[in-house]
């Protein structure tokens, strides 16, 4: 009777517990191949590091229905990981920053969840800041009180006559890049870091009674003029210009 009541007890304090995976998660940076068996954590987030890696599941003989692997891919050099079966089939490729659900039905393994589902994309209707007043920051930009607050890019000395000998603005850092030393005659270039569709950029004139001139990057176009021609500011002005397309050598529109 006492084991009953031992057994009970437990059994009791097991329903009360919160739901737990299996192995825990496991992160790794994987330098080689890796194969998955019944002991690994049911969560894997691994980083390819240097190449693709496959990434084998058990064989299903003997496996539970049901049994799931989530198997993300938290890598940053565009490497894969490449799931496969034990014989060995390709289950899936679960690309940088995406991942994978797959489980087993005891004949093989499915895809339940598809890894162009990437863990980076979150639809939301409302983010709250943790602090008061301190405002959310997404990829740089600050959202703060109805109001964005974006850090500007390193300063850049207009010069030269041509695209050829034009300043170079920094390697796609900000959306806002002040300027210096416009003449009605100096320049700079967007870099080709820029040269991205739908991408808007703010070029301050820090000459109050001076044209600045701004080339495309190279090859491409401003308003449909000839390809590295500049588009001229109004004096003192600054420069808004929005990449109408990154094809070839990139169109831009300029305000």
Same mark, same amino acid.
């Given at each position: 009777?006492?084991?009953?009541?031992?057994?009970?007890?437990?059994?009791?304090?097991?329903?009360?517990?919160?739901?737990?995976?299996?192995?825990?998660?496991?992160?790794?940076?994987?330098?080689?191949?890796?194969?998955?068996?019944?002991? !690994? !954590?049911?969560?894997?987030? @691994?980083?390819?590091?240097?190449?693709?890696?496959?990434?084998?599941?058990?064989?299903?003989?003997?496996? #539970?229905?049901?049994?799931?692997?989530?198997?993300?891919?938290?890598? #940053? $050099?565009?490497?894969?990981?490449?799931?496969?079966?034990? /014989?060995?089939? #390709?289950?899936?490729?679960?690309?940088?920053?995406?991942?994978?659900?797959?489980?087993?039905?005891?004949?093989? +393994?499915?895809?339940?969840?598809?890894?162009?589902?990437? @863990?980076?994309?979150?639809?939301?209707? #409302?983010?709250?800041?943790?602090? !008061?007043?301190?405002?959310?920051?997404?990829? $740089?930009?600050?959202?703060?009180?109805? $109001?964005?607050?974006?850090?500007?890019?390193? !300063?850049?000395?207009?010069?030269?006559?041509?695209?050829?000998?034009?300043?170079? @603005?920094p390697a796609g850092t900000s959306s806002v890049y002040p300027t210096t030393?416009?003449?009605?005659?100096?320049?700079?270039?967007?870099?080709?870091?820029?040269?991205?569709?739908?991408?808007?950029?703010?070029?301050?004139?820090?000459?109050?009674?001076?044209?600045?001139?701004?080339?495309?990057? /190279?090859?491409?176009?401003?308003?449909?003029?000839?390809?590295?021609?500049?588009?001229?500011?109004?004096?003192?002005?600054?420069?808004?210009?929005?990449?109408?397309?990154?094809?070839?050598?990139?169109? +831009?529109?300029? +305000?």
């Amino acid at each position: 009777m006492a084991d009953l009541r031992t057994f009970l007890v437990e059994a009791s304090k097991a329903l009360t517990y919160p739901l737990r995976i299996v192995g825990g998660i496991n992160v790794e940076t994987v330098t080689a191949n890796k194969t998955l068996t019944l002991k !690994s !954590s049911h969560i894997q987030i @691994l980083n390819p590091s240097t190449g693709s890696r496959d990434v084998s599941l058990p064989a299903v003989t003997g496996l #539970t229905d049901g049994l799931p692997y989530v198997i993300r891919n938290s890598g #940053t $050099g565009g490497y894969n990981l490449v799931v496969k079966d034990a /014989t060995p089939a #390709t289950i899936c490729t679960v690309g940088q920053g995406q991942f994978a659900i797959v489980m087993c039905d005891l004949v093989g +393994w499915r895809v339940v969840v598809a890894p162009g589902v990437s @863990l980076l994309s979150l639809a939301v209707d #409302t983010i709250t800041e943790s602090t !008061s007043a301190a405002g959310v920051t997404i990829d $740089g930009v600050m959202l703060k009180d109805g $109001g964005l607050t974006v850090a500007a890019g390193a !300063s850049t000395a207009a010069a030269g006559t041509t695209t050829a000998d034009a300043g170079v @603005l920094p390697a796609g850092t900000s959306s806002v890049y002040p300027t210096t030393a416009a003449d009605d005659t100096k320049g700079v270039r967007i870099h080709a870091t820029d040269k991205v569709a739908g991408r808007m950029l703010f070029i301050g004139n820090g000459v109050s009674n001076k044209i600045l001139k701004v080339y495309p990057a /190279t090859g491409g176009t401003i308003n449909g003029a000839a390809a590295d021609a500049a588009f001229s500011s109004a004096s003192g002005g600054g420069v808004i210009v929005v990449c109408l397309s990154a094809a070839g050598a990139g169109s +831009w529109l300029a +305000w």
